[in-house]
């Protein structure tokens, strides 16, 4: 795949110079992407809360200060606000716009929220041979809303989304120690086999993303998911967040093996 | 020892009645205890984000509503204002007093941090044959300020605090992977052996607690320390902080064990 074993620095260069404005995924093999966030310094501090008290599906991988377009951590230097192929904006909870560089709408009051992904998870079972089914069937992965609450802090509050991989019994618990060892990007699973029991009716029709196959033999894991926090923060319908337009995310410096230590 | 065998809401209760007015060391085996620091709303925010940012030195096990007493994730319907035996109030960087009991100093915009303590691991190391020098030697566990530059956020900024435990070559591994399955009491070291490398001069020396025996054979491994947060937070000469006395900690209602997970 064209970019797979491109250096992040790089085609973050090439995002910010327009020359890339499409999706992220299968792009610097080996390191972590992120979702975005970018919320008003207002209910920043809710939102840093919601993420502390719900870590496994809002892991943060870094929180910028308030104000400043620049990272640190995860990718020195680079730039939220034009570092990313696509983003969207939302004002009280509406789609108001699609953008590919966000300078001319940035504050002096915004905070980025940089929320790790299970994509980083991913490539290690692929390497245990553990199946993901839904990049054998070229997909995106299959997402439910549960019934499963989350703790809420300020005005956030909501359910837990989850991710479903269809995992051969026998390779569950090889599956669980994998993602476990990376409790950064959602860790181990929150539930196998009995998707009733979390509120999902039928696997079939996913609230997110596409369904897969389930063969004989397997039974569906569930995993915390990114869509959540994303979830949380439209119900709440805030005057003004930006985020990533889906399947367009920011790439990070850091390898996934790195993030399980 | 006396109430080693005890529930933590028996004892939080006998704490609460002023009962119990000593050090929580030994009490409640088994279970978690905490490290409290009080803020007023409006530099909580910067300090939450100095805990996400520095993970080992400031591993956060709950943070409470702004102005509400209770807690509801480590020991629900706990009252932060009763249950320690001990508090201390600081007022511009200067200790002002000590109270067994702050609800008549309780204000409306206080937040509340529990911050998890290396207790809960030492257990585990003692379990598994890895010698605990401070305890057998019945002394506090030596700290030390180190030149390991934590990452700032906003008014908070500082150095790494650690402690240091005094652990034979060949157990080591064991040690780091006992504790690296804990990343929610400090986890894995951050360094092992060469103190000056760290900025330490002399180990028969600490800046806090007490020195133990170095035998032959052994290296000194250091982990963060939770003196970190707490000395991050006086060096910013808050207006208004209270914490827990030393050795006088909150013991919530979970096991140690569960802090894998």
Tied chains: 1, 2.
Excluded at 124 to 135: G, M, N, T
């Amino acid at each position: 795949m064209e970019y797979s074993q491109a250096n992040p620095a790089e085609v973050r260069r090439l995002i910010r110079e327009g020359r890339l404005t499409g999706q992220t995924s299968g792009m610097c093999d080996g390191y972590a992407q992120a979702n975005l966030v970018i919320l008003p310094r207002d209910v920043a501090y809710d939102f840093l809360l919601f993420c502390q008290r719900n870590p496994k599906p809002c892991p943060l991988l870094e929180v910028s200060d308030a104000g400043s377009r620049r990272l640190h951590i995860i990718a020195d230097g680079a730039d939220v606000a034009t570092d990313l192929p696509k983003y969207r904006v939302y004002e009280n909870g509406e789609l108001t716009g699609e953008h590919t560089d966000i300078s001319g709408l940035w504050r002096e009051d915004f905070v980025s929220f940089l929320i790790g992904c299970s994509f980083s998870f991913e490539g290690d079972l692929l390497a245990a041979d553990v199946p993901v089914r839904h990049i054998e069937e070229g997909r995106n992965v299959p997402m439910y809303d549960t019934n499963i609450p989350c703790l809420s802090a300020g005005v956030f509050h909501g359910n837990t989304v989850v991710s479903m991989r269809p995992i051969p019994h026998a390779l569950v618990p090889k599956a669980t120690l994998i993602t476990g060892a990376m409790p950064r990007v959602h860790g181990a699973p929150v539930h196998v086999g009995a998707p009733e029991a979390i509120g999902i009716r039928d696997l079939a029709h996913p609230d997110y993303g596409d369904a897969v196959t389930i063969r004989e033999g397997e039974t569906p894991v569930f995993w915390a998911c990114g869509v959540t926090p994303q979830n949380v923060v439209m119900r709440s319908r805030p005057a003004f967040v930006i985020t990533h337009a889906p399947g367009h995310m920011f790439i990070s410096d850091v390898k996934n093996v790195n993030l399980k230590y």
